[in-house]
């Protein structure tokens, strides 16, 4: 039986482009920034980048039902 050994090397980032972070939560990308409540982040270079680690809490806030709808954080502004 023959074996191989594959060698892979990742780097890991914590900011994602618009794209990636669609793909990172499982959002078609069109659907991502009307979805998606996480704010993306000013680079000092003027481009806008989502942090992971917001992503994450965004989704684990969905998986736990603590996110806020928009109506109803428009009723609460009433």
Same mark, same amino acid.
């Given at each position: 039986?023959a %074996?191989?050994?594959l060698?892979i @090397?990742? !780097?890991?980032?914590?900011?994602? =482009?618009?794209?990636?972070?669609?793909?990172?939560? =499982?959002?078609? &990308? @069109?659907?991502?920034?009307?979805?998606?409540a996480?704010?993306?982040? &000013?680079?000092? !270079? /003027?481009? @806008? #980048?989502? $942090?992971?680690? $917001?992503? *994450?809490?965004?989704? $684990? %806030? #969905?998986? %736990? /039902?603590? &996110?806020? /709808? *928009? $109506?109803? #954080?428009? +009723?609460? #502004? +009433?």
């Amino acid at each position: 039986m023959a %074996s191989a050994t594959l060698n892979i @090397k990742v !780097s890991p980032r914590r900011m994602l =482009g618009a794209r990636e972070a669609a793909e990172y939560c =499982g959002i078609a &990308a @069109k659907r991502f920034p009307v979805e998606c409540a996480v704010t993306p982040v &000013a680079m000092p !270079s /003027g481009v @806008k #980048l989502y $942090d992971m680690r $917001d992503l *994450d809490a965004w989704i $684990d %806030s #969905l998986k %736990s /039902g603590d &996110a806020t /709808g *928009d $109506d109803e #954080l428009i +009723g609460k #502004l +009433g």
